[in-house]
């Protein structure tokens, strides 16, 4: 099982981004998705997640600015980021629970992809 994101970038102050995230390999369900952040020298904390029935949680920082989403067919999370602020500026993980078709359930992160925000 892989897990790639993808949709960062650089964008000023106020700007969107929309990040993905595709678990791809011997998948057999998804439970629990989400994403994490973290900057240099900082532990990583939770951003946003989204559980399979679609409940989801979000950090204080940024509710209200930030949307995440799945779409179950395609075993891919969203990121919507709207009215993004310098402190925003971090790499970004996906992280899944995974039920792989020997029916065992893992834990998974992506690479991380970086997000930059100017002011």
């Known amino acids: 099982v892989q897990l790639q994101a993808s949709g960062g970038g650089l964008v000023q102050a106020g700007g969107s981004l929309r990040l993905s995230c595709v678990a791809s390999?011997?998948?057999?369900?998804?439970?629990?998705m989400a994403w994490y952040r973290q900057a240099p020298g900082k532990q990583r904390e939770l951003v946003a997640s989204i559980t399979s029935g679609g409940r989801t949680n979000y950090a204080d920082s940024v509710k209200g600015r930030f949307t995440i989403s799945r779409d179950n067919a395609k075993n891919t999370v969203y990121l919507q980021m709207n009215s993004l602020k310098p402190e925003d500026a971090d790499v970004y993980y996906c992280?899944?629970?995974?039920?792989?078709?020997?029916?065992?359930?893992?834990?998974?992160w992506g690479p991380g992809t970086l997000v930059t925000v100017s002011s």
């Open positions: 992280y899944a629970n995974i039920r792989t078709i020997r029916l065992e359930s893992y834990s998974y």
């Open positions: 390999g011997s998948v057999f369900s998804i439970n629990e």
